[in-house]
């Protein structure tokens, strides 16, 4: 009792099992998932008698319809041919129509026409299949068994016909059904022969024969059983292993293409036999003008030096040790530096010298050089960043202590040289405080949270301040000229760090330009088509050189030589933090030095107290 309840069970799962096999059209999986065999042709609720759901049903794909096809096929051939072969014995004997003839002629007839429109069944969602196995194994009893029964001692041994519908029974049925249908064979047999019995001396001979032949059928049966049940098994597991490798490889192309770094695959010939879109964008200056592979590595002259570096790799059988860098050309001309790793496939033959030699594969991982340097840099700076945040911590109740020292010395009566050293020291502890407070800004730390501001306002109101701190007096005849637009303009930032940044661009600007009105101009520009504010910064001072422009926002460099060198950069860590961006442009007019903040608009209606994490 207790097994069979734990049969049910077994049965119930596999159901449940096979029921949600097919994933929702909305799963990730769905696009993945190939063509299932889900009719109940092959489909047995909760699974068949003695072989479960699972197994037969790979059972009922392309191999099935074959043995199906074959079996309907034998069926129409082996009519003809019974139809002939019981003509000819009816003629030698003198008998022109018999009733075994008759009922040939009519299985031969039913065959034909089945195996006929068999293709046009195998092109339609055949939905009774089950059904339609069961109908031809019994017509083939019927007939078989019919005409054993009406002429049992003919010289053709009609009783070897009834193994085609056992092995048919055992190849397509569960194992039950299949004993089942041996069973009712071998009774049949046993009947015939005790039919004639009475009509022939040797009475115990046939039934012999019909015993022994019902064994063989039973044997038939269950031999057939375990043989379709195996190769069930094994088409399982090869359409288990092949979905799987297919899965795998489709989700190995996902990855791949949504990859930062490139990838090429390269043969020995030097093909490109696969490329995501980050390779192509780095092999050319438009990944459009890239062809799609396969393509060869020596079809643009500009890829020659990588073509060559991966010719030396299959000559030498590995990569070196480490990445190596190379200049490519594009097709516009341009040069670009690549950071570049290999891997080689292993052959297939390696450790087994049995298996077939595959072609060895190159797998190039590439970068461009720029943003690996950039990518050091920053963790480069971080690090640096998090060691100078803690000696400036350490730094800073030192000087407070030097600071307060220093300021009751001041108070004593002290000779004019004492007090011009007291005036040096002031001035340099002024200077370290400034370095103190520069350098824990610029550490990373707690985000100040993005408000919603009006930049009209507050630009307004930081370059009067500014102007007032300096000693410039604002109008037309000032140095510093101010154009902002007459209507608010919503901005993403905040208060004190906008202040910040713009004093910050307003020092340096003042300190380089000329004494011309409109030296310094600071201008604001917002479009409602890109969501973006622009604020600039121009100088009309000397152009800045060239070779100081790839270092103007690193840290701790600086051109003057009381300069920390931590200003720019702290204007590019504040913007950064609140989606911003800073920028130098270089520009022909007279203002030449142009410094652009590029702040996220947003609408003046928002809440003033939203964060922007």
Same mark, same amino acid.
């Given at each position: ?23 929702? *059209? ?33 059972? $009922? ?49 039913? $065959? ?114 375990? #043989? ?46 696969? $490329? ?7 092999? $050319? ?18 890829? #020659? ?53 595959? @072609? ?69 502890i002024d200077r370290l405080r400034r370095i103190v407070d520069d350098v824990m800004e610029a550490a990373p730390g707690s985000l100040a949270p993005s408000r919603t501001l009006d930049v009209t306002a507050e630009i307004a109101s930081i370059c009067s301040e500014w102007a007032r701190t300096v000693g410039l007096a604002l109008g037309s005849a000032s140095r510093l000229q101010v154009l902002l637009p007459t209507s608010p303009v919503g901005v993403v930032f905040d208060s004190d760090h906008l202040r910040r940044v713009l004093v910050n661009l307003l020092d340096n600007a003042i300190r380089h330009a000329s004494a011309r009105p409109g030296g310094v101009r600071v201008a604001l520009e917002a479009s409602e088509d890109n969501g973006w504010a622009m604020m600039s910064v121009a100088s009309d001072g000397p152009p800045i050189p060239q070779e100081v422009e790839p270092y103007l926002f690193e840290p701790f460099h600086s051109t003057r030589s009381r ?12 913007? @950064? ?18 410094? *652009? ?17």
């Amino acid at each position: 009792m207790w097994n069979s309840r734990q049969r049910k069970a077994r049965r119930a799962a596999q159901s449940r099992e096979g029921a949600n096999a097919g994933l929702p *059209e909305e799963s990730w999986f769905s696009a993945l998932e190939g063509p299932t065999d889900q009719s109940p042709l092959y489909a047995v609720e909760g699974g068949s008698w003695t072989v479960p759901n699972p197994v037969l049903r790979p059972l $009922a794909g392309h191999a099935l319809r074959r043995i199906f096809g074959t079996y309907v096929a034998a069926r129409a051939a082996l009519g003809v041919v019974l139809l002939i072969a019981i003509a000819l014995t009816g003629a030698s004997a003198g008998r022109t129509v018999s009733p075994a003839l008759m009922l040939c002629g009519i299985y031969a007839l039913q $065959a034909l026409l089945w195996w006929l429109t068999d293709k046009l069944r195998a092109m339609r969602a055949m939905q009774h299949a089950r059904w339609q196995w069961w109908m031809t194994i019994g017509v083939d009893l019927l007939v078989f068994g019919a005409i054993h029964w009406i002429d049992p001692t003919s010289s053709l041994n009609f009783a070897a016909l009834l193994v085609l519908p056992v092995l048919m029974a055992g190849i397509l049925t569960p194992r039950l059904p299949a004993l089942a249908t041996a069973a009712g064979v071998a009774l049949t047999l046993l009947a015939s022969a005790a039919h004639v019995a009475g009509s022939v001396s040797d009475s115990a001979a046939l039934m012999s024969q019909a015993g022994l032949s019902g064994v063989g059928l039973f044997v038939v049966a269950l031999l057939s059983g375990e #043989l379709s049940m195996r190769l069930a098994h094994e088409e399982r597991t090869a359409r288990d292993s092949r979905e799987r490798a297919r899965q795998q490889a489709q989700l190995s192309r996902l990855v791949i293409e949504d990859m930062a770094d490139g990838v090429l695959v390269i043969d020995r010939q030097l093909r490109v036999r696969a $490329a995501n879109p980050s390779a192509r964008r780095l092999l $050319a200056a438009q990944a459009s003008r890239c062809p799609s592979p396969p393509f060869s590595l020596r079809l643009h002259p500009g890829w #020659l030096v990588l073509a060559d570096a991966v010719e030396q790799a299959f000559a030498r059988g590995n990569w070196p040790s480490g990445p190596i860098d190379l200049n490519i050309q594009l097709e516009d001309g341009a040069r670009r530096a690549l950071h570049i790793r290999a891997r080689f496939t292993r052959s297939r033959s390696d450790g087994n010298d049995t298996a077939p030699a595959d @072609e060895p594969l190159c797998v190039l991982f590439i970068e461009e050089l720029r943003a690996v340097q950039a990518r050091l840099r920053q963790e480069r700076l971080a690090a640096m960043g998090r060691i100078s945040a803690g000696v400036a911590h350490e730094i800073r109740n030192p000087l407070a202590a030097i600071s307060q020292a220093n300021a009751l010395l001041e108070e004593d009566e002290l000779r004019p040289d004492q007090r011009r050293l007291i005036r040096i020291m002031t001035d340099n502890i002024d200077r370290l405080r400034r370095i103190v407070d520069d350098v824990m800004e610029a550490a990373p730390g707690s985000l100040a949270p993005s408000r919603t501001l009006d930049v009209t306002a507050e630009i307004a109101s930081i370059c009067s301040e500014w102007a007032r701190t300096v000693g410039l007096a604002l109008g037309s005849a000032s140095r510093l000229q101010v154009l902002l637009p007459t209507s608010p303009v919503g901005v993403v930032f905040d208060s004190d760090h906008l202040r910040r940044v713009l004093v910050n661009l307003l020092d340096n600007a003042i300190r380089h330009a000329s004494a011309r009105p409109g030296g310094v101009r600071v201008a604001l520009e917002a479009s409602e088509d890109n969501g973006w504010a622009m604020m600039s910064v121009a100088s009309d001072g000397p152009p800045i050189p060239q070779e100081v422009e790839p270092y103007l926002f690193e840290p701790f460099h600086s051109t003057r030589s009381r300069g920390t060198g931590l200003g720019l950069y702290i204007c590019r860590e504040l913007c @950064e933090r609140h989606g911003a961006r800073i920028d130098f442009r270089r520009h022909d007019e007279r203002h030449c030095n142009v410094f *652009e903040v590029m702040m996220p608009r947003e609408s003046l209606t928002s809440a003033e107290g939203r964060l922007v994490l």
